[in-house]
């Protein structure tokens, strides 16, 4: 059913959903919010492992820059200008917490189900990419120039409309 | 090894749904929204390799969007912070004006 070889791509694979699964968890199961974003930033790194399986290794980097150093940072950021201090207890709503719970396991019933019955067709031999980066940045700049400009001034908008609206009530 | 990769991502996809829908500190909500992100990532970047043809198309498509993430982050991040400012909270049970 699986046909699964045990090759060393595959207990790498193992290897990395195990972080991925155990951060993920203990990302919702745990109790203080700056241990969940460590825990986010262990799962970021297990996937930037994935990639360099998956021969990302340009996107693994980035990976690793983006997410596991700014976006945890920025979190982190965010935790300690408002109030990390509530550490009381929420009030727990079972309810809630359970239909929450049966609306992810429907959602992974439904995918795993679609891509166990999908048949993959096997893949063309991957055209020999002597460089994944020099790959990448030409395709960057000669397909994709109108998206990656498009995309430089989103984040610079995005950048300077988040700091005026973090700046708007500091200096009332 | 391809559904190796999708089944991964379902399972990322679906633990960052879960913590989206039930946690209540609104930083946790955003990390949660990141982690679902994340999952597609995986999946663009699987494709790009074991798909029927394989090219950096993929890759490239998973740097836009964790640029659009970046800047998803640093917005939220930013509006928690006024929103905190304004109400003393982060707690997404306490926003529900628009609910009365």
Do not use: W
């Amino acid at each position: 059913m699986f046909n699964i070889d045990f090759n060393g791509e595959f207990a790498a694979f193992f290897i990395f959903s195990a972080i991925m699964i155990i951060g993920a968890v203990l990302m919702v199961s745990l109790q203080k919010v700056v241990h969940m974003v460590i825990s986010m930033a262990g799962v970021f790194l297990g996937l930037a492992g994935m990639f360099v399986l998956l021969d990302a290794e340009f996107v693994a980097f980035v990976q690793v820059l983006i997410y596991a150093g700014a976006v945890s940072i920025l979190m982190i950021f965010g935790i300690m200008m408002t109030n990390h201090q509530a550490a009381k207890a929420d009030p727990v709503k079972p309810l809630h917490e359970t239909l929450a719970a049966i609306a992810a396991l429907c959602l992974f019933g439904i995918l795993f189900y679609a891509i166990r019955m999908t048949d993959f067709p096997d893949a063309q031999p991957m055209p020999a990419i002597l460089d994944n980066t020099s790959g990448i940045g030409e395709l960057l700049y000669t397909g994709y120039v109108v998206p990656f400009e498009l995309l430089s001034v989103l984040l610079t908008v995005a950048f300077i409309g988040a700091i005026a609206i973090a700046k708007k009530g500091a200096d009332q | 090894m391809l559904p190796s990769y999708l089944t991964m991502a379902a399972i990322l996809f679906c633990i960052g749904l879960y913590g989206a829908l039930v946690k209540r500190n609104a930083v946790i909500v955003l990390l949660s929204i990141e982690l679902m992100l994340n999952a597609v990532n995986l999946n663009l970047v699987a494709f790009s390799k074991y798909g029927v043809v394989p090219s950096l198309t993929g890759q490239v498509f998973a740097l836009f969007t964790i640029t659009v993430a970046a800047a998803e982050a640093a917005v939220g991040v930013a509006v928690l912070i006024a929103l905190f400012r304004a109400r003393g909270t982060v707690n997404v049970d306490e926003f529900d004006e628009m609910r009365r």
